[in-house]
């Protein structure tokens, strides 16, 4: 059984994989047997993550990005082929922040996160595509949020871009079937150091955190690293255009409400 969930022999890259659930995710892909492409802005964590990886005998190497500029991005892909000689598995993780409430967001505001969560994770796609096509069993994975089908207040333009990537996995499904297949994860509130400071800045909102899921707790980021393997794995052979909650239960709003106008 075990065989069917191994990733050996395949090499995936992992977007802003240098800490919290990117990192997760490129831990659980190396303990399966994946060589991983760890990126992120900074080049110290980047490395630092990387070299845990290759500590614990796996295979990853680090390569500083700023994943935001798209010139950066074929060199990034380049990269990786010289490193390991192909691409298997992309998983668009990076992207995070919170905005504001109608009202409050600027269109400046609404450009960035669609420039960072969909036009980004569509052109890294687009150029991973001839390595992945190149590949058998080769899968992109996108990470989204609660907030891409809830509709609730006081987010609205990274809530809106995580939307618009939700759709777009089961649009690229559609057009990169059967040769690649196209899934997304939604986490819910995860430990991560982005969480942490939230919580350290306001602690009343641990609480509100852990009792928004039905397991009343706090993820972690190897729990979304488990189901990035399945969706990665022979195991999921059959499974495209697929959207796998990974949230411990029905997740609720985190922020504070906004105020009625």
Do not use: C, W
Request: charged share 20%; glycine share 12%.
């Amino acid at each position: 059984m075990n065989e069917i969930f191994s990733l050996e022999g395949k090499v995936a890259l992992v977007t802003g994989s240098s800490r919290g659930i990117g990192k997760g995710i490129a831990r659980m892909f190396a303990k399966a047997g994946a060589a991983v492409a760890i990126t992120g802005r900074s080049a110290s964590e980047v490395e630092a993550t990387a070299a845990e990886i290759r500590e614990a005998g796996g295979r990853a190497v680090g390569l500083p990005v700023d994943i935001g500029d798209a010139a950066q991005l074929p060199g990034l892909i380049d990269a990786i082929v010289a490193e390991f000689g192909g691409l298997d598995i992309l998983v668009n993780n990076a992207g995070g922040g919170t905005s504001s409430a109608f009202v409050d967001t600027t269109i400046e505001e609404l450009e960035g996160h669609f420039h960072l969560l969909v036009s980004i994770s569509f052109e890294l796609a687009r150029l991973a595509l001839p390595q992945l096509l190149a590949r058998p069993g080769a899968s992109i994975i996108n990470i989204l949020s609660p907030g891409s089908y809830k509709a609730t207040r006081g987010n609205l333009s990274y809530y809106v871009a995580k939307s618009a990537l939700q759709h777009l996995t089961k649009l690229m499904a559609a057009d990169l079937g059967p040769r690649v297949r196209v899934n997304a994860i939604i986490p819910g509130p995860i430990e991560t150091p982005a969480l942490q400071r939230v919580f350290a800045a306001r602690p009343e909102i641990l609480g509100v955190a852990v009792n928004s899921t039905r397991l009343k707790r706090i993820g972690k980021p190897d729990e979304i690293g488990y189901g990035a393997v399945y969706l990665a794995s022979e195991a999921a052979s059959f499974v495209t255009g697929a959207i796998l909650p990974i949230h411990g239960g029905d997740v609720e709003e985190l922020r504070q409400i906004s105020p009625d106008l």
